[in-house]
């Protein structure tokens, strides 16, 4: 690495180092956890970098804007000192691409779904604008990457005319470009098999409990994740017992055991998918140590999702009056 390149990573991680020191601590999440409703919530973070944005809102029931101007705030500040933007680029693809879908799902519906679209992403307001335009003219309008991914998932649509396989497709073409975007880090590239795998098993024990068949299957498992899609593939005919114990050799046999069983109870993988946030939160505790690289970046971006859906999930708790108890169940496994 050239010198210039490691003054570059070296001030990045400087950057990224003072702006972990504002992340919340386990003392304020507590604090949110015990405060008596969504407005308590509000005064704790009103202490923290978010103030700013809680002042700007008159009610707990507005928080939804105020946490994506903050995600769209974090992204704006990493692509200012970082020198590869397209780091950013692999964390904010999942929102251009839910952009995409409720794009394309309009115009098969004949149905108008702005309030959908999300504000973030490097194509907000491109698809914004799509939504008044005829079909033909998304792929003429929209950057080449996700023109080619619109086109291909069309092709396959005017084949199948099935509407099941546009969120497995465009969800295809999303995972594709962000292997592309991860090429340049062993440490993303295996991060990025991670949320792969957690797609995966998922679509796999739903398609299961929903009697989906094979060829469903074959179009919504995702390709190149730590557990290879032949071999979902195969277990998919067995019952959901028996597919269960095979997932439960692989790396993920104790987040699978302990999630199934509260799927069976409750018929809700929330507890899967949280082991396997904690699971992620861990690898990504690694970036902490490297002194020069993207690691640290991407460990802070992961973070800085998962403070915001914490944020999320605790004032939608309060605002529905959950007891604490059952909201500290729900808590990830924090960065700092």
């Not at 005017?158 to 340049?184: G, H, V, W, Y």
């Not at 557990?227 to 017992?241: A, C, E, V």
């Not at 396997?276 to 990504?284: A, G």
């Amino acid at each position: 690495m050239e010198v210039t390149a490691v003054n570059k990573y070296a001030y990045s991680v400087g950057r990224t180092k003072a702006l972990e020191t504002k992340l919340l601590d386990r003392g304020k999440i507590d604090r949110m956890i015990e405060a008596e409703d969504a407005e308590a919530v509000l005064r704790v973070l009103s202490e923290t970098e978010y103030g700013d944005l809680i002042a700007e809102i008159k009610s707990a029931e507005e928080f939804e804007r105020i946490l994506y101007v903050g995600l769209k705030r974090t992204y704006s500040v990493v692509r200012s000192f970082y020198p590869d933007p397209e780091l950013v680029n692999l964390f904010t693809l999942k929102y251009d691409f839910h952009n995409l879908k409720v794009l394309l799902k309009s115009k098969f519906s004949d149905q108008g779904a702005d309030e959908l679209l999300i504000d973030l992403g490097e194509i907000a307001d491109v698809v914004s604008k799509l939504m008044k335009e005829d079909i033909s003219e998304i792929s003429k309008k929209l950057p080449e990457d996700y023109a080619r991914a619109v086109e291909r998932m069309l092709d396959e649509f005017n084949t199948s005319k099935d509407p099941q396989i546009i969120d497995a497709l465009l969800d295809a073409e999303m995972f594709a470009l962000m292997r592309e975007f991860a090429s340049q880090s062993d440490f993303l590239l295996k991060l990025l098999k991670m949320y792969i795998d957690l797609n995966n098993i998922k679509i796999l024990i739903r398609s299961k409990k929903l009697a989906k068949s094979k060829s469903f299957l074959g179009y919504a498992l995702l390709e190149n994740g730590g557990l290879p899609k032949d071999d979902l593939l195969k277990i998919h005919d067995r019952s959901l017992d028996a597919m269960i114990s095979e997932l439960c050799k692989t790396e993920y046999g104790e987040i699978i055991a302990e999630g199934a069983e509260h799927y069976e109870k409750e018929e809700s993988l929330f507890l899967f998918e949280k082991l396997f946030d904690d699971m992620i939160m861990e690898y990504m505790k690694k970036a902490k140590y490297v002194a020069f690289g993207l690691e640290p970046l991407a460990g802070y971006i992961v973070a800085k999702e998962n403070e915001i859906k914490l944020i999320r999930m605790l004032l939608v708790g309060k605002l529905n009056e959950i007891p604490n108890e059952r909201i500290k169940e729900m808590v990830r496994e924090g960065y700092v």
